[in-house]
């Protein structure tokens, strides 16, 4: 079956940086669209990026437009997120997900712990 399995959390300091990666196996990866979500404690879990099978088309949340980017590479059947500038605010449980060019988000990996101290 499909297995999205996240990389790359840990701990930063405010205005630090931090690179996510998600690695796709047992599926056609390059068929899927692919996204990152994020769940704070005691809260819903939020959209944070996507990006569109081919690479050509993201999209962010507001929150995070400017200091994350999402990208991913086809041919290691992986998908990263790049973020930047790190607020205290961004302190989350981070996920990646996978779908078809249409309709939801129905693959998801574990998750990674990104915590960023002030």
């Known amino acids: 079956q499909v297995q999205l399995v996240e990389s790359g959390g840990g701990l930063v300091q405010a205005g630090g940086s931090l690179r996510l990666s998600c690695a796709v196996s047992?599926?056609?990866?390059?068929?899927?669209?692919m996204g990152w979500f994020r769940q704070a404690p005691g809260k819903e879990r939020e959209f944070v990026a996507r990006?569109?099978?081919?690479?050509?088309?993201?999209y962010y949340a507001e929150s995070v437009k400017d200091r994350f980017t999402i990208s991913r590479d086809n041919a290691k059947n992986t998908v990263y997120l790049q973020m930047n500038s790190l607020e205290p605010e961004d302190t989350a449980v981070y996920y990646c997900?996978?779908?078809?060019?249409?309709?939801?988000?129905?693959?998801w990996g574990q998750g990674t712990q990104v915590t960023v101290s002030s």
């Open positions: 990006i569109n099978w081919s690479g050509s088309v993201t």
């Open positions: 997900a996978a779908k078809a060019p249409s309709g939801d988000f129905y693959l």
């Open positions: 047992g599926g056609t990866f390059s068929s899927y669209n």
